[in-house]
T-cell receptor, first 117, second 112 residues
Framework: AQTVTQSQPEMSVQEAETVTLSCTYD???????LFWYKQPPSRQMILVIR??????QNATENRFSVNFQKAAKSFSLKISDSQLGDAAMYFC??????????????FGTGTRLTIIP | GAGVSQTPSNKVTEKGKYVELRCDPI?????LYWYRQSLGQGPEFLIY????????DSGLPNDRFFAVRPEGSVSTLKIQRTERGDSAVYLC??????????FGPGTRLLVL
C-alpha cells in the first residue's frame, strides 16, 4: 500500500521569506503523480502544484516549486516570498498513474503553515 | 465556470439517524470522488465513480455507507444508523478522466 508522510505538523515563516515543507512517500509503482494541496480555514482543498514522476524536471508555479527526488521518494514544497495568504494547512498527496480505476489520492497528515507579519 | 458544490455545508444529526450528503461536480467531469477528513488528519478515500458506476469503493468503512451517482453527474453519499465516530468533514472532488481532482468545500457532519 502507498503511504505519504509529512513529518512537520507545524511550520512558521516570516512574511517575504522562504519556507520548505517536507514530504516522503512509499510506493512500489514506477509511474505516479504527486501533488501539494492547500486547505485554508474555508476547508476547500486547492491544488498548489503537481509533479509527474516520469518527468525529471521539477515543477514550478510562480512562487511555488518542488524538489522531487524519485530515488529517495521525497517531494518537498518550497514557497518563496511568503505572503499572508499562504497561511493554511498543506497536504502532500500521491496517485498512481498506470492503472485505470486506481484514481484515488493518498494524503499525508498535513503541515500547518503560519506566516508571521 | 462553477466549481464543485456540496450541500449541506454543515449537518448536525443524532446517533442512529440517516443522513444524505450531496455533491454536484464540475460540468462535464466524468470522475467523482468522496473522501472523509477527520479532525487533524488528511482526507481518506471512500469511493470513486467513473460515470454512473462505482469503479472503486474499497474505502467505504462498512455497509452503513453507500453512495450513488444515477445519471453520471450529481452524487449522494448516504450514511445509515449514524455513529459518533462518523463525525468528520466529507469532501467531494471531480476530475475530467485522468486529470487533476478539484475539490468542493465539504460537508461538516456532527453526530451527537
Amino acid at each position: 500500500a502507498q503511504t505519504v508522510t509529512q513529518s512537520q505538523p507545524e511550520m512558521s515563516v516570516q512574511e517575504a521569506e522562504t519556507v520548505t515543507l517536507s514530504c516522503t512517500y512509499d510506493t512500489s509503482e514506477s509511474d505516479y503523480y504527486l501533488f501539494w494541496y492547500k486547505q485554508p480555514p474555508s476547508r476547500q482543498m486547492i491544488l498548489v502544484i503537481r509533479q509527474e514522476a516520469y518527468k525529471q524536471q521539477n515543477a514550478t508555479e510562480n512562487r511555488f516549486s518542488v524538489n522531487f527526488q524519485k530515488a529517495a521518494k521525497s517531494f518537498s514544497l518550497k514557497i518563496s516570498d511568503s505572503q499572508l495568504g499562504d497561511a493554511a494547512m498543506y497536504f502532500c498527496a500521491y496517485r498512481v498513474a498506470s492503472n485505470f480505476g486506481n484514481e484515488k489520492l493518498t494524503f499525508g497528515t498535513g503541515t500547518r503553515l503560519t506566516i508571521i507579519p | 465556470g462553477a466549481g464543485v458544490s456540496q450541500t449541506p455545508s454543515n449537518k448536525v444529526t443524532e446517533k442512529g439517524k440517516y443522513v444524505e450528503l450531496r455533491c454536484d461536480p464540475i460540468s462535464g467531469h466524468t470522475a467523482l470522488y468522496w473522501y472523509r477528513q477527520s479532525l487533524g488528519q488528511g482526507p481518506e478515500f471512500l469511493i470513486y465513480f467513473q460515470g454512473t458506476g462505482a469503479a472503486d469503493d474499497s474505502g467505504l468503512p462498512n455497509d452503513r455507507f453507500f453512495a450513488v451517482r444515477p445519471e453520471g453527474s450529481v452524487s449522494t453519499l448516504k450514511i445509515q444508523r449514524t455513529e459518533r465516530g462518523d463525525s468528520a468533514v466529507y469532501l467531494c472532488a471531480s476530475s475530467a478522466g485522468w486529470g487533476t481532482q478539484y475539490f468542493g468545500p465539504g460537508t461538516r457532519l456532527l453526530v451527537l
